[in-house]
């Protein structure tokens, strides 16, 4: 199917864990996001990449690790999750200003 | 640097009414977008409208409609006659117009209760 697909839908992890969100389209959309959603903040851009090997920092990028070795996945990781973590994660792709999202990924940190 | 705010934060109508969202915004860019999304219950987000920066044209869709005022920089969106399958999370978000000043830039949100 084509889109944009985030897995897992649903991450249970404990403090201290290295945990990786996936996020993969189908199309080849060059600008790739993660945006995460926490009540009271609306969603808040972690990182982005323009194109495969190019990342670059959004508005809350600590504790996350991102790479983009095929221009289709971004995988997303918390290198030492932390409670502060617990949220939701969107992914998108890109096409001019038409931003695609995907379903979402619910992270809970214990 | 882009900000979004949408001062509302919950607001709950009876079915039928009339309901507006508020969305001010700032950037200082000349060309930008402005957005509003809806979050269902279900979790996902669902595009509703974009328009640019040139473009000040109120638009109508069924019992939606937006108006874009530069002058105030506000980009506000009126559900008429709300139903209860209105009820939902609503964001305004901006983008710049290319490249890396095309990510979007959210507000907090806006809850919509919708009672039958």
């Known amino acids: 199917d084509a889109g944009i697909t985030q897995s897992p839908r649903y991450k249970i992890t404990e403090t201290g864990r290295q945990v990786t969100l996936m996020c993969h389209q189908t199309?080849?959309?060059?600008?790739m996001f993660w945006y995460r959603q926490d009540l009271g903040h609306g969603l808040r851009l972690i990182y982005y990449?323009?194109?495969?090997?190019?990342?670059d920092k959004g508005e809350v990028p600590d504790g996350y690790v991102v790479s983009r070795s095929k221009t289709e996945n971004f995988p997303l990781t918390l290198e030492s999750a932390t409670r502060s973590q617990t949220s939701v994660y969107f992914c998108?792709?890109?096409?001019?200003?038409?931003?695609?999202f995907g379903q979402g990924t619910r992270l809970t940190v214990v | 640097a882009q900000k979004v705010t949408q001062a509302q934060t919950e607001i709950s109508v009876v079915e039928k009414e009339d309901v507006t969202l508020d969305c001010v915004y700032e950037t200082r860019d000349t060309t930008y977008y402005l957005f509003w999304y809806k979050q269902p219950p279900s979790g996902e987000l669902v595009f509703l409208i974009r328009?640019?920066?040139?473009?000040?044209q109120n638009e109508i869709s069924g019992r939606y409609s937006w108006n874009f005022q530069k002058s105030t920089s506000s980009f506000n969106f009126t559900i008429t006659a709300s139903q209860v399958v209105d009820s939902a999370v609503y964001f305004c978000?901006?983008?710049?117009?290319?490249?890396?000043?095309?990510?979007?830039?959210f507000g907090k949100g806006i809850t919509l209760s919708v009672r039958p």
């Open positions: 998108a792709s890109q096409l001019g200003t038409e931003a695609f």
């Open positions: 990449s323009a194109a495969a090997d190019i990342t």
């Open positions: 328009r640019n920066s040139f473009d000040e």
């Open positions: 199309w080849s959309h060059s600008y």
């Open positions: 978000a901006l983008s710049g117009y290319t490249g890396a000043n095309s990510k979007l830039t």
